[in-house]
């Protein structure tokens, strides 16, 4: 699945990747799936892209979209040591040199050498045959043989993501209210990883009815359909006026980043989850005096 440009993706025949440095391994994909972001970026969200490899070698051949899933390990690096050929492995959706500045203060994301969320951004990705995985050693997991392959897709991004951008950043603890807006597979992530802190209020928005009864079955206390009300008038009376200690954005765009400021009490924490393409208003004359 190769993305060219903006709506502009196609099924492709490619050679299969090769080893580019010794901590690298070559992974046969068994599962993958489609995130949010690959269809932000098909959308024309990431014109970096095409930006990025035009600046670097003066020509873009497409890029190999997907950042996530499962695999057997078909060839490894000469310095890999943590992994062999024959494992079936969990993709995490960063990768990280483990080594770096920002690596060991576990800001796995901000990678100073060249990982992060490069996957189907700034390398070919997941959403093929054959993948070319970097500093594999610090960027593999084995799948358990008792967890089913479905569930080690989750594990590669929607769950950690969920709960560690959304929940440990959020802060959340035992008798906050909290809002979470989007009801995505990353927002019900973070919705089912929250109540691991004991919040005393869960409310989910979203636009998706669907969704949204799902997201009650699953622990919220609230739902909000945003398309049919005011989810900022109705996050405040449900909280009596005071708003929120964590709102959670959970879905990488500026309406609903706008909830989430509108809705956080003083002292309280606006966790961003959602990937932006474009930068977003911060309303610091309601913010400033709150967080």
């Not at 203060?105 to 070919?124: E, P, R, V």
């Not at 977003?280 to 967080?291: D, Y």
Request: hydrophobic share 35%.
């Amino acid at each position: 699945m190769v993305y060219y440009g903006e709506h502009d993706i196609r099924f492709e025949e490619r050679a299969k990747p090769q080893l580019l440095h010794s901590g690298d391994v070559i992974i046969r994909m068994i599962k993958t799936t489609i995130c949010g972001t690959d269809l932000g970026i098909l959308k024309g969200k990431n014109p970096e892209i095409q930006e990025t490899a035009l600046k670097k070698s003066g020509s873009f051949n497409g890029r190999t979209l997907g950042h996530e899933g499962i695999g057997v390990i078909e060839e490894t690096g000469s310095s890999v040591s943590n992994f062999k050929k024959g494992d079936k492995v969990i993709i995490s959706c960063i990768s990280r040199c483990g080594t770096c500045e920002n690596c060991q203060k576990q800001l796995y994301s901000h990678c100073q050498n060249g990982g992060g969320w490069i996957m189907g951004y700034m390398i070919d990705g997941t959403q093929a045959e054959y993948i070319r995985v970097p500093y594999a050693d610090n960027s593999l997991y084995l799948l358990p043989e008792n967890l089913s392959e479905d569930t080690g897709v989750l594990l590669s991004d929607a769950l950690p993501t969920g709960h560690e951008i959304g929940v440990l950043n959020g802060q959340i603890k035992p008798g906050d209210t909290i809002a979470i807006v989007g009801a995505g597979p990353v927002g019900m992530s973070c919705l089912l990883t929250s109540q691991l802190y004991s919040p005393s209020v869960i409310i989910m928005i979203d636009m998706d009815d669907n969704r949204l009864a799902m997201a009650k079955e699953i622990g919220a206390n609230y739902t909000i359909n945003s398309g049919k009300e005011d989810a900022i008038t109705k996050v405040m009376e449900l909280t009596r006026q005071r708003g929120v200690d964590c709102a959670v954005e959970a879905v990488g765009i500026e309406p609903a980043w706008n909830i989430c400021q509108n809705i956080i009490k003083e002292g309280g924490h606006l966790a961003n989850v959602g990937v932006h393409g474009k930068s977003v208003n911060f309303s610091v004359e309601k913010l400033w005096i709150k967080t």
